[in-house]
């Protein structure tokens, strides 16, 4: 159960590559359609500013964009852990005086059939390996905690990590992981403090530190910038997501120094694309910073609608909690309206109300129009949101959609919808 892991610092200056590896050579990029590029940051709006919720829109340069992308693609961020979460693991570890010296990884002597994980550098430093290349915050694995108890030395410190592993603690272990600040490596040495694993089994059973997903929100008609929208949400522990705070920070640079780049890549496109077909109707459905890749759809047919370009008619139905405080683009969205690319646009707020007013009630109000949008006009429907929260109920109001207005039995309508999935007719991007 040990480590088969082995970190040496006392290296000779030959063994030291006389070649600067690539900063982002040991990275994991899931479903690539690019190189990993860096990009600059040439603008950013703090767009809504709440006390738990704070939206930026931030743009980047197209400078060292070599990739082709369309409306609706989305790009890989590759954040780094905070410099400070580092720092602190280092110390609580008693690691900071080697954390600067270049070490070397290898195998233990006693290790058969095993391999050196792809996502960790054979030759770095201690501080930026546990920057850029471990996830310092996901939750723990059962076989994680259990590898702690050979360096843990307080008897009941021991008897917890045994019961977080066993059957009887399943609910502990799930309270445990599903605490932001707990079940982070620091949390989990904060809360056994007799532990002091070797960092060869950290780097065994930590996981690589992933990019994160973000829709496109602008036109690649747009030669000025690429654009992402995201929310930095601030939890009950006071935590914040790894990814989004990262971004936060580099803004901050940005506007100190007026330079930061951003590693990123381009994914493989989903399904998630405007049809082929201009003439084409579609409803797009969207909630909070769900509008991101709607407002890339709008823009591209803004500017092709400048160019001569022309269109079929679309429904954009958009929700979020306060018209004054959270709409993300009004007045994109005016102009939109006024130059054809956006036909309709209907509203929901669900705090401005008693009865909390949602996106799908908003929905169920234009049964009649949108079941011969859907039936008769073969309009496309592409749903943004929250995986658990808004999809579901979603999907719901557009199966009474179906119901009410061609008269469908349940199945029926389920049956319609489940081919309009298979189709491409019904296209879902979402979040958990």
């Known amino acids: 159960m040990g480590k088969y892991l082995k970190l040496s610092y006392d290296i000779s200056s030959?063994?030291?590559?006389?070649?600067?590896?690539?900063?982002?050579q040991y990275r994991v990029t899931p479903f690539p359609a690019s190189?990993?590029?860096?990009?600059?940051?040439?603008?950013?709006?703090?767009?809504t500013n709440e006390k738990n919720r704070k939206v930026y829109y931030l743009k980047f340069s197209r400078e060292n964009i070599n990739f082709h992308y369309e409306p609706g693609y989305t790009i890989g961020i590759l954040p780094s852990n905070s410099i400070e979460l580092v720092n602190r693991i280092l110390i609580r570890l008693g690691l900071e005086d080697v954390a600067d010296q270049c070490y070397k990884l290898s195998l233990d002597e006693s290790a058969t059939k095993k391999l050196i994980p792809k996502h960790l550098?054979?030759?770095?430093?201690?501080?930026?390996?546990?920057?850029?290349?471990?996830?310092?915050?996901?939750?723990?694995?059962?076989?994680?905690?259990?590898?702690?108890?050979?360096?843990?030395?307080?008897?009941?410190?021991?008897?917890?990590l045994l019961f977080l592993c066993s059957p009887k603690g399943s609910i502990e272990y799930q309270t445990l992981i599903s605490s932001y600040t707990k079940r982070s490596v620091l949390g989990l040495l904060e809360m056994f403090p007799s532990?002091?694993?070797?960092?060869?089994v950290l780097l065994k059973h930590l996981p690589p530190l992933?990019?994160?997903?973000?829709?496109?929100?602008?036109?690649?008609l747009n030669?000025?910038?690429?654009?992402?929208?995201?929310?930095?949400?601030?939890?009950?522990?006071?935590?914040?997501?790894l990814c989004t705070s990262w971004l936060e920070r580099c803004i901050h640079e940005?506007?100190?120094?007026?330079h930061v780049e951003v590693p990123i890549y381009l994914r493989n496109p989903s399904s998630f694309v405007l049809p082929e077909d201009n003439s084409v109707p579609i409803i797009l459905i969207g909630t909070g910073t769900g509008i991101s890749p709607f407002r890339g759809f709008l823009e591209h047919r803004h500017l092709n609608i400048a160019g001569g370009a022309s269109y079929g008619k679309s429904w954009?139905?958009?929700?979020?909690?306060?018209?004054?405080?959270?709409?993300?683009?009004?007045?994109?969205?005016?102009?939109?309206?006024?130059?054809?690319?956006l036909s309709r646009l209907c509203e929901s707020f669900s705090r401005e109300s008693e009865t909390n007013k949602y996106v799908q009630h908003e929905i169920e109000k234009y049964t009649e129009e949108l079941g011969t949008w859907i039936v008769k006009d073969n309009a496309i429907v592409y749903v943004c949101g929250d995986f658990l929260r808004i999809l579901p109920a979603v999907k719901e109001a557009v199966l009474k959609v179906l119901v009410e207005s061609q008269d469908f039995p349940e199945n029926d309508a389920q049956l319609y919808l489940k081919e309009m999935e298979e189709k491409g007719r019904y296209i879902v991007d979402n979040w958990n």
């Open 316 to 341: 954009l139905f958009y929700g979020c909690r306060d018209s004054n405080r959270n709409y993300l683009f009004k007045s994109d969205l005016k102009e939109y309206l006024a130059s054809g690319a």
């Open 14 to 24: 030959h063994e030291i590559p006389t070649t600067k590896v690539p900063e982002f």
């Open 121 to 160: 550098p054979v030759y770095g430093t201690l501080r930026n390996l546990l920057l850029h290349n471990v996830d310092l915050t996901s939750a723990p694995k059962k076989l994680f905690l259990k590898s702690l108890l050979e360096y843990t030395t307080d008897e009941k410190e021991c008897d917890t």
């Open 210 to 220: 992933l990019p994160r997903a973000y829709s496109i929100s602008s036109s690649p």
């Open 35 to 47: 190189d990993l590029i860096n990009i600059s940051i040439c603008n950013c709006e703090l767009i």
């Open 195 to 200: 532990c002091q694993p070797p960092i060869e």
């Open 223 to 241: 030669e000025e910038y690429l654009s992402i929208t995201f929310n930095v949400d601030t939890f009950p522990d006071n935590q914040r997501g």
């Open 254 to 258: 940005y506007e100190k120094t007026k």
